[in-house]
């Protein structure tokens, strides 16, 4: 596995990589895990998707401050470079890159990449210049690496689908795979920031993957509940454990980001829908969703 | 010759000439030119460049309709595609991407690549939003087309300023060429809006490239003239045209393009200087600019 922490040098790499495939007759395939670090086994299941379709697998490893708003938590974002290493090792990665963030930024950036409408919604709406700055950051690395694939957790619902947007807008030359939610046993979605939360933080947390999951229940058992009503058990549920202080719970079509009429039954549903929420337990805040197809019929939990 | 039309064609048509090289054991180079047709011998000028350093030659035609605002000339913009044609095949083009406006967006675009600060001064003062839509166009079409090289003619330096800046900001994997305007025997500037000129206005639209020698001529003369008095006689060289009228006269630092001051002569400048200018005749928009370095020296017209 090599460490690579210079653009010129990832760029070249990977260059000579597919040259020497295509000397050889053959086209290599490059799979991209672009992450923030402290890797988690959501992460090692991206990996793992990225080591089996692809020749070559880079994983990127930048806390990208562009995407942090100035309440945000960027000076605390957990980090732990060896553990991370050791991971990439252990699901075969070849390559690092592990840039500063002058490497990235050598100077602040003039140009950004910018999705409208879809980061109106959700974390767009909490977190103001969040969304351009993923879209900038993701933009540079994709011309970086050149990878044929890149993955991308659906945790982040919206970001897998704000990306899709900038790719296909854009004709960058990359499939965006999603890989489903990876989490704990007791149904806490995986996350870096799990490392903040105190211990009754972390008990009362459960509520959102329980509460999610009953949501889905709820919609297979009876295609004529309406959107109004599931967004009212779920903010109810939620609202049962003190610590719990929300964002955002709001029921929106996917990949579109567009409202859906509150009244609307899941069985007057065409396509996918996402129930995604946002609360606060203390200082950290934690995300998590569903995607249901029009049947009730949960695709991603 | 190739004529392709369809995106995925493109890709696919480079792609697999890089990949035949390789294989050869070459490392295939890719000139590039953008342009919205209705070509002359400033476009002839970039293609040949782009041919005697390159070994895959592409150029592509479209007009693009977010770059024009809506009081533009979008409708009435020049085209002849059959003339462009046969003016590509005289100049060793290989691929001619000529795209439909559905094939380029075949939905409205909701993302957008800005550069800012670079896109307030000059015509992206006079045409707001203009600068969105060129780096937007040019970002899709170098994911297209994944060249080494992409050629642009100075006419349109502050473009060239603003394409660096995205291409530096966003690391395409491009180098960007930029190329000396191309004039008539009698010094006009060519553009493809040149064909809008009434006989009269034709004849008037002279003093931009007089003005601007003549303004080169005196810097080389007296480094102590300063550039407010350059910029003064400038406007009265063009104001004694009674059918110019001024969008702005204007000197600034390149390629940075931030404000000098005014009060500065020639010897006291660091780095290139643009001196730049839009003018209408009639309801024809031309600009003209010449680029000085710090002694004094044009290095462009």
Redesign the interface.
């Known amino acids: 596995m090599m460490v690579i922490d210079k653009?010129t040098d990832l760029?070249k790499y990977v260059k000579q990589e597919?040259?020497s495939a295509?000397?050889a007759?053959r086209?290599l395939s490059v799979g991209f895990v672009p992450t923030m670090g402290f890797l988690h086994e959501g992460h090692a299941s991206l990996l793992k998707q990225a080591r089996e379709h692809n020749d070559l697998v880079v994983l990127s490893i930048f806390v990208n401050p562009i995407q942090f708003g100035p309440n945000e938590d960027l000076d605390r974002y957990p980090r732990d470079e060896k553990r991370d290493l050791a991971l990439a090792e252990r699901e075969g990665v070849d390559v690092v890159f592990l840039p500063s963030v002058q490497e990235m930024y050598p100077q602040p950036?003039?140009?950004?990449?910018?999705?409208?409408?879809?980061t109106d919604e959700l974390c767009g709406a909490s977190r103001p210049g969040h969304f351009d700055g993923v879209?900038?950051v993701v933009?540079?690395l994709l011309?970086?690496v050149?990878p044929d694939k890149a993955y991308f957790g659906l945790k982040d619902a919206q970001q897998v689908a704000v990306i899709r947007?900038?790719v296909d807008?854009?004709?960058?030359?990359v499939e965006i795979v999603p890989c489903p939610i990876v989490r704990e046993s007791d149904g806490l979605a995986l996350s870096s920031r799990n490392v903040y939360l105190k211990e009754e933080e972390r008990k009362q947390a459960l509520i959102l993957s329980t509460s999610l999951r009953e949501a889905g229940d709820r919609i297979k058992q009876s295609d004529s509940v309406t959107l109004a009503e599931i967004r009212e058990s779920l903010t109810r549920n939620i609202k049962s454990q003190p610590l719990a202080v929300i964002d955002y719970v709001d029921i929106l079509s996917f990949p579109s980001l567009t409202q859906v009429h509150e009244d609307a039954q899941m069985r007057d549903l065409d396509g996918e829908i996402l129930i995604a929420l946002a609360v606060k337990f203390g200082t950290t805040r934690l995300i998590d969703n569903i995607l249901l197809n029009p049947k009730g019929v949960v695709t991603h939990v």
Chains 1, 2 share one sequence.
Do not use: P, W
């Open positions: 653009v760029k597919r040259f295509a000397k007759g086209e950036t003039k140009t950004k990449i910018a999705v409208s409408e879809l879209t900038t933009g540079k011309h970086m050149s947007q900038m807008d854009l004709n960058f030359d």
